[in-house]
């Protein structure tokens, strides 16, 4: 399903910085190594500083919660495509 994706939506929960996991391990080093539009949403508020030193160039987060920054990142992931 990553190969025929245009967006890797990564839910960013404490989890991914917490434990390993298969996020962490296999699908955000191939989203982010195939060139994959990667969007992180935040759905828990999630410690950014380990997340940034866990995950290799991650985009900064969106708040789930917050729409309006939410079509943002959407728009922003999909305009960078073009």
Known sequence: M?????????LVTPNLINEENYVKTDEYPMAHD?????????IVD???EQLK???KDIPDTVKAKEDAALKEGLAKAFSASS
Do not use: R, S
Request: include cysteine.
């Open 2 to 10: 990553l190969d025929k994706c245009d967006l890797f939506t990564l």
């Open 34 to 42: 195939t060139g994959k539009k990667i969007l992180p949403v935040e």
């Open 53 to 55: 030193n866990q995950y």
């Open 46 to 48: 999630t410690d950014q």
